[in-house]
């Protein structure tokens, strides 16, 4: 792969790295607390709906494509083709894939699929969204860190 090439990839996929833990920090910061402030009832809604919508090509696209990206750049960096920058790509791509993507399909999606399928209405519902809260969003810190992480690591490739 010519250095041309493989410095557009690493730069790309820092991007959208970066564009990806950008949106989990959104929800770290300040939509989960809003959501929170809710009742439970409207809080667990609007909890469900943004689940709904944000399976989208757009964002779908940033999370998935980032990291084929980050698979592509941790076969280039076994594949001896990476040189020095090797150690810096194995390191961006296996954060972003294993406290991004793992932690999003281990943690956060089993929960978004519990919210889904309970009662709003009940006692169980307003117990399920207050521990919800919790784990959720705490599981949502490490992919908001893991995101930046990942960004950071690989522009040092870019150094």
């Known amino acids: 792969m010519s250095e041309g090439i493989l410095a557009g990839l690493i730069g790309a ?10 949106v989990f920090f959104a929800f ?3 939509v989960m607390t809003a959501l929170g402030r809710l009742p439970a009832v409207e809080g667990m809604a609007a909890m469900r709906s943004i ?33 020095e920058r090797a150690g ?8 972003y894939l294993l406290g ?35 784990e959720w969003t705490g599981w949502n810190h490490v992919r908001t860190v893991a995101g930046g992480a990942a960004a950071a690591l690989l522009m040092a490739a870019l150094r």
């Open 88 to 95: 810096w790509l194995l390191a961006g791509s296996g954060t």
């Open 28 to 30: 770290s910061s300040f």
């Open 51 to 83: 689940n709904r919508v944000a399976v989208t090509p757009l964002f779908m696209g940033a999370l998935f494509g980032t990291a084929a990206a980050c698979l592509a750049l941790a076969l280039t960096a076994f594949g001896g083709w990476a040189g």
């Open 13 to 22: 996929t820092a991007l959208g790295c970066g564009v990806v833990g950008g």
């Open 100 to 134: 991004v993507v793992a932690v999003t399909a281990v943690f956060n999606v089993p929960r978004n699929e519990k919210l889904a399928r309970i009662d709003p209405h009940g006692t169980e519902g307003e117990r399920l969204w207050q521990r919800y809260l919790v």
